[in-house]
């Protein structure tokens, strides 16, 4: 039970720090503890590194596509959708 708590924590600090993490914004930087700390919870759960995989497919989807007809605004959705779901399990 304690080590499921835990996890959804992780997976609350996670989600909160993923697009950070992602794009490297030099305007809100992770720390070092910070990186370590979010790359350990993505190294043993399989719901935020797939969070991870969509947000990257989805950005290079956006990089080649923007230019042309912008991104799909339905996966879009479901993207914000699922970052939604991970941040709010700890609020149950
Ligand atoms: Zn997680």
Redesign the pocket.
């Known amino acids: 039970m304690t080590s499921g708590i835990r996890?959804?924590l992780?997976?609350h600090f996670?989600?909160k720090r993923l697009q950070r993490y992602l794009d490297a914004d030099p305007s809100a930087p992770l720390d070092p503890a910070e990186i370590r700390r979010l790359e350990a919870?993505?190294a043993?759960?399989?719901?935020?590194?797939a969070?991870v995989e969509d947000f990257r497919s989805m950005r290079w989807a956006m990089l080649r596509l923007s230019r042309l007809v912008g991104p799909d605004p339905a996966a879009v959705a479901r993207l914000h959708r699922s970052v939604d779901e991970?941040l709010e399990e700890d609020r149950g």
Do not use: K
Not at 44 to 49: D, G, K, L, P, Q
């Open positions: 996890r959804v992780s997976c996670t989600a919870h993505l043993e759960c399989a719901r935020c590194a969070a991970l």
